[in-house]
């Protein structure tokens, strides 16, 4: 019994450090872009900052969803179609939690996550291989823009309208971009 609670306090701990590590000051941190704006919610677009998005090499005709429980062990989703994958490290969740996937139809690499407004004691990693896209060298330094609905979105002009510009890694000479996740809602790559 008293190993049992050793554990569960060992564990608890840990969560805790690994949060603690995550906050918005420290060094693994994702970085957010000075442009972005903090009033998400307000329905002004007057709030929201208007960025070119990633194209697809061809545009996708229909939503493409992936889905899988995942809990405190962690556990990853992929669109093979999409080339995208959603890795969720050890205890970025508390208990067995449904995580849903959708690529957004149209021309733009856009994706939308579920739970909605999910937020995770460690950040989930988000990749994107590039080679279904239309990223070819030079490209702008890309970014994940967090967009609140689908209307946000211009598809026809390969724009979209976000809250907030999150810093990533990659890019078109490594072929993929990869991106920290605090919380769901919807992200785009932009630039």
Not at 130 to 135: M, P, Q, V, W
Request: one cysteine or more; charged letters at 20%; proline letters at 5%.
């Amino acid at each position: 019994m008293r190993s049992k609670s050793f554990l569960r306090s060992l564990r608890l701990g840990l969560a805790a450090l690994i949060a603690a590590g995550c906050a918005t000051d420290s060094a693994t941190a994702p970085k957010f872009s000075q442009e972005a704006s903090t009033a998400r919610g307000s329905g002004s677009r007057d709030d929201l900052i208007k960025k070119n998005g990633l194209l697809w090499s061809t545009e996708l005709r229909r939503d493409v969803s992936a889905s899988a429980t995942i809990g405190p062990r962690g556990g990853k989703i992929t669109i093979a179609s999409t080339g995208f994958e959603l890795t969720v490290p050890p205890l970025a969740v508390t208990k067995d939690t449904r995580f849903t996937v959708t690529a957004v139809a149209g021309r733009m690499v856009a994706y939308e996550f579920e739970p909605h407004g999910t937020r995770f004691l460690v950040p989930i990693i988000a990749k994107q291989n590039l080679a279904l896209t239309k990223s070819r060298l030079p490209l702008p330094v890309l970014l994940a823009g967090y967009f609140t609905y689908r209307y946000d979105l211009d598809q026809s002009n390969g724009t979209g309208y976000v809250s907030e510009l999150i810093d990533g890694a990659g890019g078109a000479a490594l072929g993929s971009f990869v991106w920290p996740i605090n919380y769901f809602s919807g992200y785009m790559i932009c630039w």
